[in-house]
């Protein structure tokens, strides 16, 4: 139930702080659709390796499928939907900085399949047009600290 609440809150706070955000700033993805990101990290059920694609669906907002590969004592891999806010509009944040927040749900396939949900906060530096470093931390099901690199398409 406290996620739920943090969870609402945080999206009442995005919907009305875009409604009074400024409208003449650049998109987070300029000419780009999507954009690919991979990376590692430390997660509370083991040693990940993920992939997410970010579909724009509005200057603010993205959507799209991401995959983690678990190795711990077993091998499991997490297949999930994804929605995050980018701040970048709200807060004046200039184009090669992107911080966003945002939710997962999807499924875990490991000796037992199961729901994994869970919210998360990070940001990326892009060092050119195309390229950018992702970091990112999160909770829910399961605790995950990730770094690794995006790429515009």
């Not at 809150?9 to 009074?20: C, E, K, P, Q, W």
């Not at 499924?107 to 949900?117: C, H, L, Y």
Request: glycine fraction near 12%.
């Amino acid at each position: 139930m406290k996620k739920f609440l943090f969870l609402s809150v945080v999206m009442v706070f995005t919907i009305f702080g875009n409604l009074f955000a400024q409208n003449n700033q650049k998109a987070i993805f300029n000419e780009s659709k999507m954009q690919l990101n991979a990376g590692s990290g430390f997660y509370s059920g083991g040693f990940p390796i993920y992939a997410f694609v970010d579909f724009n669906v509005h200057p603010d907002w993205t959507v799209g499928p991401q995959i983690n590969f678990v190795f711990y004592d077993n091998f499991s891999f997490v297949v999930s939907g994804r929605v995050d806010y980018h701040f970048n509009h709200l807060l004046n944040i200039p184009s090669q900085w992107d911080l966003y927040a945002g939710a997962t749900m999807g499924i875990d396939f490991s000796r037992w399949t199961s729901f994994s949900s869970g919210i998360h906060v990070g940001g990326r530096w892009y060092w050119d047009k195309t390229w950018g470093l992702n970091v990112e931390i999160g909770g829910g099901t399961y605790f995950s600290s990730t770094i690794g690199v995006s790429m515009k398409l």
